[in-house]
């Protein structure tokens, strides 16, 4: 399979990253990018080829379009005459895939994917939509390339991916806010800045990984660490008052509605 990438931004090099990590041939890999720095800085790092025209990906099997949303119009324009029967990947957030589609003049071997920030370190999870031309060969293809980052998620209606940006798109910016929230609390009660952060981060580190290699709900887990009577009682139930779950919620409602509305804005 020969990979190409318009875009050499921070989610193509953790994909290409991952690649490499999982032994995938990088002279299989072009990147065009019209930033010659960051051309040298690719072909350095990772042995890939480089470019800055769009002629040199046409041999390709894929073409991941990495770029902003706002960038993806034009860059269908410049793309469309060139395709023949590669498979087109787009991570580029609250662009759907008719809009892209439309944009290539009706082409059809789309796959639109929804990634996250940890793919940085391969620990990432993305969701995948097809468009239902997509063969199953291709499908296979798009999942090779984003499994190389972290856990992949098909999702069997594109609507869904709005609720997917909220949860997994922007859920690391809320983990981050809720360590955040914690460093300080461990500050102002007495702990120095090193060991608060320590403590944050490990306990949100241990406790995800409980969650995930525990065969119980987090419900249970959370029932087993909040003894009756006890410290994390009391902590829980300041929680409740807060009505924090709720706040959680609303956070995720607000964020889904805000894709929805960017995919409107997109789409003009």
Do not use: H
């Not at 620990?123 to 063969?135: D, E, N, P, Q």
């Not at 199953?136 to 980052?149: D, G, Y």
């Not at 809720?178 to 406790?207: C, H, K, V, W, Y």
């Not at 409980?210 to 009577?229: E, H, N, P």
């Amino acid at each position: 399979m020969k990979i190409s990438f318009i875009g050499g931004g921070n989610m193509a090099r953790a994909i290409i990253g991952g690649l490499k990590n999982n032994g995938f041939e990088m002279s299989a890999i072009t990147v065009m990018e019209l930033d010659a720095e960051k051309r040298l800085t690719l072909a350095a790092e990772y042995n890939v080829s480089t470019t800055d025209t769009y002629t040199d990906l046409m041999n390709s099997d894929v073409i991941v379009l990495a770029v902003k949303p706002q960038q993806l119009k034009e860059i269908c324009n410049q793309l469309n005459p060139l395709l023949q029967s590669q498979l087109v990947i787009s991570i580029a957030a609250g662009v759907r895939s008719a809009d892209i589609s439309r944009w290539l003049a009706g082409y059809q071997a789309i796959v639109r994917v929804m990634p996250n920030t940890p793919a940085q370190i391969q620990a990432g999870v993305s969701a995948l939509y097809a468009i239902k031309s997509v063969s199953s060969v291709q499908r296979e293809q798009a999942n090779t390339i984003l499994a190389a980052v972290g856990k992949t998620l098909w999702l069997d209606d594109e609507d869904k991916m709005d609720a997917v940006t909220a949860i997994s798109g922007s859920g690391p910016a809320y983990v981050f806010y809720m360590i955040e929230a914690l460093q300080e609390a461990a500050t102002a009660l007495g702990l120095n800045p090193d060991d608060a952060r320590m403590l944050a981060l490990q306990t949100f580190s241990g406790a995800s990984i409980l969650a995930t290699q525990s065969m119980d709900d987090v419900k249970i887990l959370r029932a087993q660490v909040t003894s009756k009577g006890g410290t994390t009682e009391q902590g829980i139930l300041a929680l409740e008052t807060a009505n924090l779950k709720g706040i959680i919620m609303n956070a995720a409602k607000a964020a889904a509605e805000k894709s929805v509305l960017l995919g409107n804005q997109l789409a003009q």
